[in-house]
C-alpha cells in the first residue's frame, strides 16, 4: 500500500508533454489509487500522459475532497469516454475551461466623465457610505498590477507568483473598489472597500471564502455545461456567507447571446449583463448581434459598453465586457455590507432585484432574459442601511401588548403564546422565537416579496416583505 501511495504521489505531479488541445474531466473516486492503477487506466496512460490534481482542495466539504481532475492533451471527449471505462471513478463531468470575458480593445484614449458611475447612481450610495476597509472583496482573475495608482494601499492579498496577464484583472479589480478620491485616475464604486485578488479557478474561489472574502467576483468563464462538482463547491462558498458574482458572458461566449455560461448559470451566483448609457441592451441599438448574453440566468444589468477603466499604470480607456458589468455589482456589495454588516447574502440577493430599475420598456426584445433590470447601488445601499427588523413575536401574554411604544412593560414575552399579536420584546430580552421579518423601503405605496414580484401583505405568510412608499423608509409588522 506504501507503495501504492508513492505511485499515485507521482503521477499527481506529473505533466502533460504530449501535442493537442489540454482537456479535463472532473470525477469522485473513494480510491484514487486503485483506479489509477486499473488495467483501463494504464492502457489510456500508455498512449498519452496525463495529470492528476485535486482541483477543490479548499473545500471543507468531505465528498469535495474525493474529486479529482484529469487533464491529458487530447479531445475532450476522448478523455471522457475513455475514463468512463475506469473502473473506480464515479459521476465524470467535463472540466472548466477558464477564460477571461473581454472584449477585443477597440479603446477611446480618454474620458471626462464616468457615465457608468452616474447611471448606477453611485454619488446617492456614497452619501449613505464609503464603504469600509473592514468589507473584504475579493476578485479571481487572471493577474493584476498590483503597483497600479489605483490599486497601492487597497489589496490584503495577491500571490506574487502569478506570472499571467495583468490587464483584465486589473480593470475588473479597479471597477469593484480601486482608490477614489485621490485625485489620480478614476473613481470606483465601492471606494473604500478592501480588495483580495486572486487567482481564476474554483479552488480559488473557495480560499477566498475561507480568507474572509464578503463577495467574490469572477468575471470569467469556466465552461458551457454544468458541473456538479463545481455547483457543490460554489454552494458551499455561498453557504459560509460569502456572496458570488460573476460576468453573464459576451454574446458570443457559449456560442450565442441565449446560451448559459458558467459560473454565471451556476446556483447563487449573481449573473450580470451588459447595458450602455440609455439602458440599451444592445450595444448598437437595432443590432441584436451587439448584445452580450441575455437569457434565464441573468440576474440584472450593469454597465458594459465602453465602460471608463484602466488597465495598466497610467493607462486609462474605455472598454466592452460583462467583464467590467459584474464588479460595479461587486463594489455595490460592498457598500451593503459596510452600510449593514449583518446582512445576509439572501437579503443582499432580494435587495439588488427589489432596487433594480426596470428597463423592460426599453428593450421589450428581451423581456425576461436581462433579469430585475438595472442596478441601482444607491437605493440598494440605503435599503441595506435602513432596512429593519421587525418580529412578531410569541409573546407570553399571547401577544395582546397594549403600550402605545409597543412595548409590554408587564410582560417581557418569554415565548409562550399563540404569536397572535405583535408585541414585540424590549431591546436586551430578545424572543427567541421571533418568526417574522420584514424589510421596509421605498417608493410608491405598494408591497413586494423578496423575488421583486407585488403582493398584497393582508394576503401573504409571513415572512420578508418591502414596502415602497415615496422614498420613505417604514418600519412595519403584520
Known sequence: MKVKKILVTTLLGMLSVTAGAQSSIWTKSLNISDAVHSPEFVHFTNEISVKITRPLSNSRNSELQNVYQIEANCDAADLYAAMHKVPGLEGIEYGPNYGELAEPNDYTSTFTSNWALDLIEAQGAWDITTGSPDVNIAVSDMNFHVNHEELVGKV????????????????????????TNNEVGLSSIGYNSSLSLYRMNYNQVLAASYNGARVINMSWASSCNFNQYVQAALTEVY???????????????????DNLVYPAAYEHVFAVTSIGAQDNIEKTIGNPATRHQTNSSVDICA?????????????????????FAAPFVTGTVG????????????????????TATNIDLLNPNYVGKIGSGRLNSSLAVRLAYDMTVVANTEDGNNGHGND?????????????????????????KANDTTTTIKLAYAGELATYDMNGKQV??????????????????TKIVK
Open 156 to 179: 490584503n492579498y495577491y500571490d506574487e507568483s502569478n506570472t499571467l496577464n495583468k490587464t483584465h484583472g486589473t480593470a475588473v479589480a479597479i471597477i469593484a473598489a480601486g482608490n
Open 239 to 257: 453557504n459560509n456567507g460569502t456572496f458570488l458574482i460573476a460576468s453573464a458572458g459576451n454574446g458570443g461566449t457559449c456560442g450565442g447571446a
Open 303 to 323: 454597465p458594459g459598453f465602453d465602460v471608463p477603466l484602466t488597465v495598466a499604470p497610467g493607462w486609462y480607456l474605455t472598454g466592452n465586457g460583462t467583464s
Open 335 to 354: 457598500l451593503m455590507v459596510a452600510a449593514n454588516p449583518e446582512i445576509t447574502n439572501n437579503e443582499i440577493d432580494s435587495i439588488l432585484r427589489i
Open 404 to 428: 402605545e411604544d409597543g412595548w409590554d412593560d408587564s410582560n417581557p414575552g418569554q415565548g409562550h403564546g399563540n404569536g397572535h399579536g405583535n408585541v414585540q420584546d424590549k431591546p436586551g
Open 456 to 473: 398584497n401583505l393582508n394576503n401573504v405568510p409571513s415572512g420578508m416583505y418591502l414596502i415602497v412608499d415615496n422614498g420613505t423608509i
